[in-house]
């Protein structure tokens, strides 16, 4: 009679079989992306530290739902520790996502949660500490083919020390081997990535009877920020010269004949491969996100 | 002022996905303004003759000596001519139509243009539910067969439809070429002059990413553009009542039919104005309503007793049963006698 | 067969001590349970009384009951005359610690007669929650070797005939269900042998002093070694009843050899069928049936408490003792926590019972108390706890069937654990696999239990292929490259959510289209706003809502999603990312 062995003989079993079978164990995880992976060598790199930037609309949430998507069309499981709450379940649908693999962290509690924590900033970066630990325990669970960490709209600020802890826990996950995927507004993780991506704005797509309009509309006709509002509405405590908005698509009070109005179609985005220990060469991948 | 004519319209008769009554839809068209409505129920013409009298009553109630009733002619061509020929004066025309279910779960609009029309869409419907009565007097979803609506298409006219119909479904789906092919065969079944490519505005963006390809669309195959709102109440405020309805349909609660509710509150009655607004952008669309409007001449003042078509020899009816009577009368009576007179006057008075 | 018999001497007194195991070593005394404190009153008040005949006089209209003290201490009998707070109340002494033994406090005494020999004496009332917790973890502990087990008073039977496969001498077994029970809390005598009376007699027999078997042993009783075993035994030990004792007594009969000589015949004819029972047991020839009970479906661990608790770090050490005995015996069967519900007795307001949910089956101290604690937290009781009550409703943990071809998932009982863990970190209902909700409230999240289903047996991962063409002689970097000849790549675009939605002031252009919009972390000016794009529902529930969306470029280079409620307010909701 055989004793009883325990699921974890099993799996580590497993990893003497692929070990021998000369398919390397780790091989990097596809982004469902092909030009995206070829970029990377084949994909992200599995027992590493991954991070990727990219400020608002430049494609950061659009990238991650992919790559979770991926996953879990390979039958992975995934996690993703989302310390701001920003996940929209249908654009995770239609991404692809396979709902039921993906284990949804949200340290900011959406519900009534753990004690009070004071308000503000204080909060922000309780929630991303609790984040942090959150993917440590994800990682350190295993089986789990990916773990993604989005930081949330704020600066992140964590200690080397914690940086060290995850790509640690990156480095010892079970197989399948974890990608460790941390998305942020600015740098954070700087050394302990082994690759660093970098997403920039490009065009924002229109509906076909609109030209589409650059990267940075906004800039290219005026200012960054408004300088103030007109009327009743202050802002910062300064007025706003309404009159110096560019006027460029619906409204615009064509006479002959009006244009049908606009239909935000999508976003081009080009991602760089900035940084990588690896020994991937340094690219940009132009990447269009449509909307669905 | 801008002109408008709702082509597309449920009343209560779409069992559960309408929530006005005909008379209710009439009365609040003609406060609108509108020189016509098309009552386009669902699988049926059950609400045709409450819609037909609501017309004719509001005309009454406008102007009563437009609607007495003129004595008929036999042989009249076009019997209950006299009033047709008053309709013309009528407020609101009534428009003849239905949503035909096809298979697949496709709808398709189609309005009666002529008497002919109205003929082929009777049989459509009678068929359709003579097939849908099940054993033992249970009802099936009634489906129409192709090949039963392409022998009987003579004197109807087709919209193409919003989500429901066939090309919309196929935008939906993200699928161009198939959108195109069944607009090419919906051309192919009515003529190329019977099909209108139908624009839909309720707010909505994917709604309104089919307009964009529904308008390619139909510049590629050159046909006409056409406005509706795809009514399912008169008045704004019914939008509960349709809701409950859709409820009901569905047999659920209201807490739980969720996302099966139509998103937004707009199929409503619109005021030309409105509608006008919504279709700034393509004006054709709203003209194009009240062209179709008059194109559809037939209503239920066309339905009165018509004899049927006899082989005469050139001659007319009256002069054929004359002639005939004479040639009786001679073998019959052959002395010619006041009996015989008698009987002209009284052909002649038939 | 082979019977194994655990038997827990003084179970009142173990259990008191289980539950607090500071009492371990110290004098103690377990009396009549009753609520606790009024005992004590009871016994402050003979305190005074006892040592000197003193008669006190009854108390008018207190309702009190007069009881006679009839010993104390092995001494004379002094007649007391006490003044008890319940009619015909007086408290005795149920079980004493060996250093209440050996002080000289025994059983049967008051407690002021106790506390006299021993001022510095515990006395505890039996609790009966805590009695019935240490006789089910007893149950458990036979249920952690065998599935067939009896438990009759302070003993549990088990047949062992089956694990001589596990273990390689009976011996083993017995060290075994030593070490299970001192593992749950108890210290226990076992015995093994032929059959229930015999095992009985083998854990009980030996170590005794004046009547008093003293702590733990091991007896292991040979087959074929039955009657020499039971033959030097006291007939005592045969629990014989006080008028059976009595007559063996009366004929000089002490040990079982002398009964088991008698013959049969004359022994039932005088002693009838008991006698005949004990006669069978005395000469080593026992077959009682093993009357085996069902397993419980809920595991339960409970105490009441002298004083009630105020705060939430108290409450907190109670449970963790609570949770450490509860875990233990589910460990000990193989069985994890799948849901836990939390019994609170409040003052003067009853129970407060409330259900721990759990993400998953765990077995974790840690997790476990840091979610009951959470949920006490987010609704404290009303008033002072007086008692806890922890029920845990075991589940069997899991087990997966492991495939070589796809990728491994995370091992249940570790997934298990870690959702546990996450959600005492970040709170319930933010952890686990979000759902849409059936609403047009985009913004509505459901989170569902996380169970990863297995994943498909074939996985079109680029690692098999490549293998695959690898075996046809096609080198695996050129399929990496094939990708390549596709354009620029295209994905579904993503909405970022702000949660909760931002409020911004939005200046519109002819009230039509808005131009501007600012907000206390983004100011910027309109470039495209397509819209507005209407969602209108749930109109029967408190007032429902009313949504127009816009989809707004702003001059910062974001891609805005807003709308505007019916009062006019707007709010961004988030950005296409």
């Known amino acids: 009679m055989l004793p009883a062995r325990s699921p974890l003989d099993l799996a580590e079993l497993r990893t003497i079989v692929q070990r021998s079978t000369r398919a390397l164990p780790f091989t990097p995880a596809q982004t469902g992306l092909a030009a995206i992976d070829e970029a990377l060598g084949g994909g992200l790199p599995r027992r590493r530290l991954t991070e990727l930037v990219g400020k608002r609309s430049a494609g950061r949430t659009s990238f991650l739902l992919a790559v979770l998507a991926a996953a879990t069309q390979r039958g992975e499981a995934v996690a993703l520790v989302d310390v701001a709450g920003m996940l929209d379940v249908r654009s995770a649908a239609a991404a692809g996502l396979v709902l039921e693999r993906l284990l949804w962290v949200c340290p900011r509690n959406l519900g009534p949660g753990p004690e009070d924590t004071p308000p503000g900033r204080q909060r922000e970066g309780e929630w991303l500490r609790r984040g942090l630990r959150a993917a440590e325990l994800i990682l350190a669970a295993g089986g789990f083919g990916l773990v993604a960490l989005d930081t949330g709209e704020g600066l992140p600020r964590v200690a080397d020390a914690t940086w060290l802890r995850l790509a640690r826990g990156a480095e010892r996950s079970a197989p399948p081997g974890a990608v460790l995927l941390v998305a942020s507004a600015s740098r954070a993780a700087g050394s302990f990535a082994a690759v660093g991506l970098e997403l920039e704005r490009g065009r924002v797509l229109y509906s076909r009877s609109h030209a589409s309009l650059g990267p940075d509309a906004g800039e290219a006709c005026g200012e960054r920020r408004p300088e103030g509002l007109s009327g009743s509405m202050r802002v910062n405590g300064a007025p706003m010269d309404v009159e110096r908005m560019p006027r460029l698509a619906a409204g615009a009070g064509a006479r002959s004949r009006e244009a049908p109005p606009p239909l935000v179609r999508g976003r081009a985005v080009s991602l760089k491969v900035a940084r990588s220990k690896l020994g991937t060469p340094p690219g940009t991948v132009p990447v269009t996100w449509r909307l669905r | 002022m801008t002109e408008y004519v709702e082509l597309r319209c449920h009343s209560a008769f779409s069992f559960l996905d309408g929530a006005s009554q005909p008379e209710d839809l009439v009365e609040r068209a003609a406060e609108l303004g509108y020189r016509a409505l098309a009552l386009t129920d669902r699988d049926g013409f059950y609400g045709a003759p409450r819609f037909y009298q609501a017309a004719k009553r509001l005309a009454a109630a406008r102007a009563p000596e437009a609607v007495a009733r003129p004595s008929k002619k036999i042989g009249d061509a076009a019997a209950g001519g006299g009033e047709q020929e008053s309709l013309k004066s009528w407020p609101l025309k009534p428009i003849l139509g239905a949503e035909l279910s096809l298979e697949g779960g496709v709808q398709l609009l189609v309005l009666v243009e002529r008497r002919e029309g109205y003929r082929n869409l009777s049989r459509l419907l009678t068929q359709v539910r003579l097939d849908a009565a099940g054993p033992r007097g249970g009802k099936v979803a009634p489906v129409l067969p192709r090949a039963l609506l392409a022998a009987n298409v003579e004197g109807l006219v087709a919209l193409t439809g919003g989500l429901e119909g066939a090309i919309g479904r196929a935008l939906a789906a993200g699928d161009g070429a198939g959108a195109e092919l069944a607009l090419s065969e919906l051309v192919e079944l009515f003529g190329a002059g019977n099909v209108y490519v139908e624009l839909q505005r309720h707010f909505d963006a994917d709604e309104e990413l089919r307009n964009r390809e529904l308008l390619r669309l139909a510049a590629r195959a050159g046909l006409p553009l056409v406005a509706t709102n795809d009514v399912r109440y008169g008045r704004p405020e019914d939008h509960r009542l349709h809701d409950v309805l859709t409820c009901a349909r569905h047999q659920m609660t209201v807490d739980e039919i969720g996302r099966r509710l139509l998103p937004s509150h707009e199929r409503y009655l619109k005021a030309p104005a409105e509608m006008a607004a919504l279709f700034r952008d393509v004006p054709e669309a709203m003209r194009t309503t009240c062209a179709v409007a008059e194109r559809c001449a037939f209503t239920l003042a066309d339905l009165g007793y018509q004899f049927p078509d006899y082989p005469t020899d050139g001659e007319t009816v009256q002069e054929h049963l004359e002639r005939l009577t004479w040639e009786c009368a001679r073998e019959r009576f052959r002395p010619r006698t006041s009996k015989g007179g008698r009987k002209v006057f009284c052909l002649a008075r038939i | ?577």
């Not at chain 3, 017995?174 to 299970?180: C, K, P, S, V």
């Not at chain 3, 819209?531 to 974001?558: K, L, M, N």
């Open chain 3, 1 to 577: 067969m082979r019977i194994a018999c655990v038997a827990v001497p003084e179970l009142e007194l173990q259990a008191l001590v289980r539950a607090d195991p500071e009492l371990a070593g110290r004098p103690l005394a377990v009396v009549d349970g009753r609520a606790g404190r009024r005992t004590q009153e009871v016994t402050e008040l003979m305190m005074a009384t006892v040592g000197a005949p003193v008669a006190v006089a009854r108390a008018g209209g207190g309702g009190g009951g007069v009881a006679t003290v009839t010993s104390v201490g092995g001494r004379a009998a002094v007649p007391v005359v006490a003044r008890a707070a319940a009619p015909g109340l007086v408290t005795r002494v149920r079980a004493v610690s060996e250093a209440a033994y050996a002080a000289g406090v025994r059983a049967g005494l008051t407690v002021a007669q106790a506390r006299a020999i021993w001022p510095s004496l515990e006395v505890r009332p039996a609790d009966a929650v805590q009695i019935a917790a240490a006789r089910a973890a007893l149950g458990d502990v036979g249920l952690s070797f065998a599935p067939k087990v009896e438990v009759e008073g302070a003993e549990a039977f088990l047949e062992i005939g089956d694990l001589g496969r596990l273990f390689q001498s009976e011996r083993e077994i017995a060290l075994g269900l030593a070490a299970r029970a001192r593992a749950v809390g108890l210290s226990a005598r076992v015995g093994i042998a032929a059959s229930k009376g015999l095992a009985r007699l083998a854990a009980w027999a030996g170590d005794v002093e004046d009547g008093r078997p003293r702590g733990e042993s091991l007896r292991v009783v040979a087959p074929g070694q039955e009657a020499a075993f039971v033959a030097d035994l006291p007939v005592a030990l045969l629990r014989p009843s006080p008028a059976v004792h009595e007559a063996l007594e009366r004929w000089g009969i002490r040990r079982c050899r002398d009964l088991g000589a008698l013959p049969i015949k004359e022994v039932a004819l005088r002693l009838g069928n008991e006698g005949e029972r004990l006669h069978r047991l005395a000469r080593g020839q026992s077959d009682e049936p093993l009357r085996a009970q069902p397993p419980e479906a809920t595991i339960e661990e409970g105490v009441s408490l002298d004083f009630a608790i105020y705060e939430l770090e108290s409450l907190a050490f109670v449970l963790r003792g609570l949770l450490d005995r509860l875990l233990e015996r589910l460990q000990g069967r193989s069985l994890a926590c799948a849901a836990l519900t939390l019994r609170l007795q409040i003052e003067h307001r009853g129970h407060d019972v409330r259900e721990v949910p759990l993400a998953a089956p765990t077995r974790e101290t840690a997790t476990l108390l840091e979610l009951v604690r959470l949920h006490v937290a987010r609704r404290p009781p009303e008033a002072g706890i007086v008692g806890v009550t922890l029920v845990a409703h075991p589940a069997r943990v899991r087990g997966s069937q492991l495939d070589l071809f796809c990728p491994a998932g995370p091992a249940p009982d570790r997934l298990a654990q870690t959702v546990a863990r996450l959600e005492a970190l970040v709170g319930e209902g933010a952890v686990g696999a979000p759902r849409p909700v059936d609403t047009y409230r985009d913004e509505a999240i459901a989170i569902a239990p996380y169970r990863p289903p297995a994943p498909s047996p074939l996985p079109p991962s680029g690692g098999e292929t490549a293998r695959g063409r690898e075996r046809e002689g096609v080198a695996a970097t050129d399929v990496a490259r094939q990708p390549l000849a596709r354009g620029p790549e295209e994905g579904c675009l993503a909405l970022r959510r702000f949660r909760p939605a931002l409020e911004v002031e939005v200046l519109m252009d002819g009230g039509r289209v808005p131009r501007a919009l600012s907000g206390s972390d983004l100011s910027a000016q309109v470039v495209v706003a397509a819209g507005p794009y209407r969602v209108r529902g749930e109109w029967w529930a408190a007032g429902g809502f009313a949504r127009d969306y816009w989809d707004v470029h702003a001059s910062d280079g974001t891609l805005y999603r807003m709308f505007c409620d019916p009062a006019g307010r707007w709010f961004v909701e988030g950005y296409y990312d």
